[in-house]
């Protein structure tokens, strides 16, 4: 059944009456996230999953320009709330394998003071350990036990001379060591001289007896030192048990303190046993350079610090982490170096966290698309979530290079929701190409273009446009007839009668610019026309080569007749996508017929401009084609169909429709109006089925006829299925009121020739055979005549 629509079907208006507000400064602003309830329960289901796999990731799939990344973040934010607050982490010195620093996890704020409760004790030691060192006290105790030791090792040299001096010998100390020197039976030493005249006998005596004199001093040299081993070791004890009676009741606070955390424990015995045992060093300064240039003190009580990575004081619940950029230092931290002198070095302080410590025990945002390209964040990311652990490491290690030998810290456990975002492609893309992917991100949650077009819908823009003014200074209220204007461009962008857009990165762009051009005329509030012009405005910034195609049309480059009638063409509708902008074009559809036994030959295939679904378009339109006019013998003619002047690919089968009508036109010879554009898909059965761009084609074909000039007998022809989605420019709503251009919804192809041809198609008999004064009869004629030419020719030959 043709229907001309009324221009009441054309486009669909919202009442600014369903309001009851002056402007939107009346209302609360939008919080929740709308027209995706399908993705927000996703959401809901994998962020409460619990498994010990850590499988129950979610990966957020839709289109770009759907607020995805803020809606996820404010849905998490809201989440968030209502759960614990994660553990601070730490990063303290391993006693006992240094090199591999170990972690802390303490309650929320407790980190802040474990480091500040440590900077206070090293500060009070560094103050008191010099004046307990230097007190009267120790220095008595140490003076004393000094004069004990001088005392024995004089009674050890008195025994060891009167040995000497019963074996004939005396001893005389040198710096580098003791000299035996035999003497006379006077009591005096024997010179050289004297002693080489000595009978030999004598001289093997007195140099058996030196023998037995040197064991006697080499056990006295054991004794002294047995003795000042003894000594210095009651000198370390007096000093440590000076230090540990200095630190014992600071530290005894601190355990009782911390008395619930066993790991913060056993660092702070072991700080205590390291500092009683190391007392000397930190005494006598070891390690300060001795460089006669201006350098940084080195911190000698540094491995008793303590490195706060996460700080979780002052927060309310689970972390929720955005990482716009995951480089893999950005998400696992990374171990810095200082560069002194040409020496480099670290140490467990230069340890820094990533986004997988802020996030741990909360949720971590990222992006699908950066993620990957970095694709040692993704390994890592995957190693982290399988293993349950972050681990710092150096990039190069991980990639197996040679590095320098470093930090390893110890891996802190993980406990992270991560939640992807990103187109549906990529996901399939690692679906089916990354095993892992499947495994840990089990949840996807789609995010739609589009949501129902309900008054629930267009109170939420109201309040989406009040969030809006509160975010922007610049936004000025909204009236109700602007935020009703607001509403059916959305259904514009939408594409749909029934549908309103979600993407409402677009509507913030269109109210941040009626907000300009209100101010722009001195108005505090947006009208219906300042958003009405930001629209027209936006169009015309990326319409430059809309314009251009129109005024080569204009001026005869492109071929297009909008006048009269033509045998064999008829004028389709193309859509011109730029990606941001996207227009329609009368596209100049022909048809040749001669005799011949070809068939159908689609030129564009041909030419291999033509696409799959294009070449499929053409195929159905040969089964129509055979179905309708070969049921009593077998086709027998040659036609070529053809797009004029179109010099790239051609995909879809939008055009089927007019491509049948100038075929039948043309064996028939009934021309065609040419004023009447046609678009619409057909089945086998002639059905004409909905189409793309419907919006943006029918509005194409409008300014073109505008451009050339109206005559009222100019309009589109759609699929009746296509009528929902008409949401067509005021403009041509007007100009359908006027009877200036019109639009017709038709259900198969033989009403479509009706219009174009002004005769109806015709229906075939019980016999196949279609009642004169009918299109399709001057067809099957057609077709007859070039069949029996052919054959007579074929018996000729």
């Known amino acids: 059944m043709i229907e001309r629509l009324t221009p009441e079907k054309l486009r669909r208006r919202f009442d600014p009456g369903v309001f009851n507000f002056s402007s939107t400064a009346e209302l609360e602003p939008l919080s929740g996230i709308i027209g995706q309830e399908r993705a927000l329960e996703a959401l809901r289901v994998g962020l409460s999953l619990k498994g010990p796999k850590r499988r129950y990731n979610v990966y957020v799939a839709g289109e770009p320009g759907l607020g995805k990344t803020s809606a996820v973040t404010q849905f998490l934010q809201d989440l968030s709330r209502r759960q614990p607050v994660p553990p601070d982490i730490c990063y303290v010195h ?65 025994k060891l001379e009167g040995k000497a001096r019963t074996l004939g010998f005396t001893l005389q100390r040198t710096p580098f060591g003791i000299n035996t020197i035999p003497l006379k039976p006077d009591g005096s030493p024997y010179s050289h001289e004297e002693f080489q005249a000595l009978p030999e006998g004598e001289r093997a005596e007195i140099l058996r007896r030196q023998g037995e004199i040197q064991e006697l001093v080499r056990e006295a040299f054991r004794e002294l030192g047995e003795l000042e081993e003894s000594w210095q070791e009651q000198q370390r004890r007096l000093t440590q048990e000076a230090v540990r009676f200095l630190i014992g009741p600071r530290l005894a606070q601190l355990r009782a303190k911390y008395a619930q955390i066993p790991r913060v424990l056993e660092f702070l015995e072991a ?215 607001v509403v059916e461009y959305a259904a514009e962008l939408a594409g749909d009668q029934r549908k309103l857009s979600t993407r409402f990165f677009a509507l913030t762009a269109l109210v941040e610019e009626a907000s300009f051009w209100a101010r722009q005329e001195g108005f505090g509030v947006v009208q219906a026309e300042h958003v009405r012009l930001a629209i027209e405005k936006g169009k015309s910034r990326q319409s430059l080569f809309a314009e251009k195609v129109r005024e080569w049309i204009k001026r005869g480059k492109i071929l297009v007749q909008l006048e009269g009638k033509a045998v064999g063409q008829v004028n389709g509708l193309a859509v011109v996508d730029l990606g941001d902008f996207a227009f329609g074009r009368p596209q100049r559809v022909t048809a040749t017929v001669f005799a011949g036994k070809s068939g159908v030959v689609d030129i564009e295939r041909e030419a291999e401009l033509g696409g799959k679904i294009h070449t499929k378009g053409v195929m159905i339109l040969k089964s129509y084609f055979g179905e309708k006019f070969a049921v009593k013998a077998p086709l027998t003619f040659s036609a070529n169909l053809a797009m004029e002047q179109a010099y790239s690919g051609i995909e879809g089968d939008s055009a089927s429709a007019a491509e049948l009508c100038a075929l039948l036109s043309a064996l028939s010879g009934v021309p065609l109006k040419q004023g009447i554009a046609v678009t619409g898909a057909i089945d086998q059965k002639g059905n004409l089925q909905p189409v793309g761009g419907i919006n943006e084609k029918i509005y194409g074909h409008y300014l073109v006829c505008k451009e050339l000039g109206l005559n009222g007998e100019q309009g589109v022809v759609i699929p009746r299925r296509n009528a929902d989605e008409l949401m067509l420019p005021e403009e041509v709503v007007e100009a359908v009121a006027q009877g200036k251009f019109h639009v017709w919804a038709c259900d198969t192809v033989e009403e479509v020739v009706e219009i174009l041809s002004g005769m109806p198609a015709g229906q075939a008999n019980e016999n196949g055979d279609y009642p004169e004064g009918s299109l399709f009869f001057l067809v099957q004629k057609k077709l007859e005549e070039i069949r029996k030419r052919v054959e007579e020719n074929e018996e000729e030959e």
């Open 94 to 158: 391993n006693f006992s394998i240094p090199h591999m620093p170990r972690y802390l996890l303490l309650p929320p704020g407790k980190g802040r003071e474990l480091k500040e409760d440590m900077d206070r004790f090293l500060d009070f030691l560094d103050r008191e350990l010099p004046r307990v060192m230097e007190s009267e006290e120790i220095k008595v105790r140490a003076r004393r036990e000094r004069e004990a030791f001088e005392a024995r090792r004089e009674e050890i040299f008195r």
């Open 271 to 485: 700080v205590e046993t390291d500092i009683v045992t190391n007392v000397e060093t930190l005494i006598s300064g070891k390690g300060k350079p001795q460089i006669p240039i201006p350098v940084p003190e080195p911190d000698r009580y540094l491995r008793y610090r303590v490195n706060l990575l996460v700080d979780r004081s002052g927060t309310e619940g689970a972390p929720v982490v955005v990482e716009e950029n995951a480089t893999y230092i950005n998400l696992f931290g990374t171990i810095e170096r200082r560069v002194q002198f040409g020496i480099v070095t670290t140490d467990f302080t230069q340890i820094r966290p990533g986004a997988l410590h802020r996030a741990n025990g909360g949720y971590l945002v990222l992006s699908a698309l950066n993620l990957l390209r970095f694709p040692l964040s993704w390994d890592a990311l995957k190693i982290a979530l399988k293993s349950g652990e972050i681990r710092v490491e150096d990039p190069a290690q991980m990639l197996g290079y040679a590095s320098t030998e470093g930090l390893k810290p110890e891996p802190v456990p993980l406990s992270v929701k991560v939640i992807l975002i990103g187109p549906l492609w990529l996901y399939y893309l690692l679906y089916f190409y990354d095993e892992d992917f499947r495994k840990l991100f089990t949840i996807r949650a789609d995010f739609d273009t589009e949501m129902p077009w309900t008054e629930e819908a267009a109170w939420a823009i109201a309040r989406f446009i009040r969030a809006r003014e509160l975010e922007n200074p610049e936004v000025l209220p909204f009236s109700p007839a602007a935020v009703a204007r």
